[in-house]
């Protein structure tokens, strides 16, 4: 009979008890503001990127933009990940300083890890453009045709008289609107989504400005999801560590058995 393989046995995670903070804390308005710069910067590389995963093709257009979605917010995903990871460290070691009976500074223990505190970042954080969405979508409507630019042979027609006040509607600037203003900005931090859609689907944009809140909503979820991460990363830390030690303690245990097996081949 063929001898059976020992099969290694997987090793439990190893967690290590931490101290719980509060869902806010002195630090949640400067992470707040940190992620609203961010989600700037994000509506910035869209204005400069889309335009350049604008295709005429449909396909390329879901594909090209979907992938640069995901990089996105597996960005927002991984800062989520970073913080928790902190935070879950930090309450780590004050349980250990509470345990040999020093003191632990209330500041710190509320700075601690809590499974809300990346969703209350996020949405701190995203709050002016989540309101900016909310008033697009009570206001928007679906964008009609502008005038198409006229030939450049009709300048020289344009100073007679009978000419020049047949298209002096050409001429009129329409001033901004708040409709106008509010969709710049949404359009920014959407611009993947629109660039899906298609410019030339106007029913299909105008169903994106009403709904926009929902796209604008995946950032701060993205993080707030990443941040409770960070126990399973601490935890995989810890799970790494024991091995290492159990790794090292096997090889000792081989050394000293060789050392064993080789001194009564001396002796003899």
Not at 77 to 83: E, L, M, N, S
Request: with cysteine.
């Amino acid at each position: 009979m063929q001898q059976k393989k020992k099969t290694k046995k997987p090793m439990k995670p190893v967690t290590k008890p931490f101290l719980r903070g509060k869902a806010v804390d002195g630090s949640t308005v400067k992470s707040m503001i940190l992620f609203f710069l961010a989600m700037l910067v994000m509506a910035v590389g869209n204005l400069f990127l889309s335009t350049l995963l604008l295709w005429d093709n449909m396909w390329l257009r879901i594909i090209f933009n979907g992938m640069m979605l995901l990089v996105i917010y597996a960005l927002f995903f991984q800062g989520g990940a970073t913080k928790g990871t902190i935070a879950v460290n930090q309450g780590e070691i004050l349980y250990q300083r509470k345990e040999a009976g020093k003191p632990v500074n209330p500041k710190d223990l509320a700075a601690c890890y809590h499974p809300l505190k990346g969703f209350i970042i996020g949405l701190g954080g995203s709050l002016p453009m989540l309101v900016c969405a909310l008033m697009l979508a009570a206001v928007a409507q679906r964008q009609m045709s502008g005038l198409g630019a006229l030939p450049g042979w009709i300048g020289t027609l344009q100073r007679r008289p009978e000419v020049g006040a047949a298209l002096s509607y050409y001429n009129v600037v329409e001033p901004m609107t708040l409709e106008d203003a509010l969709r710049v900005i949404v359009r920014m931090l959407i611009m993947p989504f629109v660039n899906m859609v298609g410019t030339a689907d106007r029913e299909g944009l105008l169903t994106l400005e009403k709904l926009s809140i929902l796209p604008m909503l995946l950032p701060a979820l993205s993080y707030g999801i990443g941040y409770q991460q960070g126990v399973s990363v601490r935890t995989q830390v810890h799970t790494d560590i024991a091995k290492g030690k159990r790794k090292r303690a096997k090889k000792e245990r081989k050394q000293r058995q060789a050392r064993m097996n080789k001194e009564p081949e001396q002796l003899n």
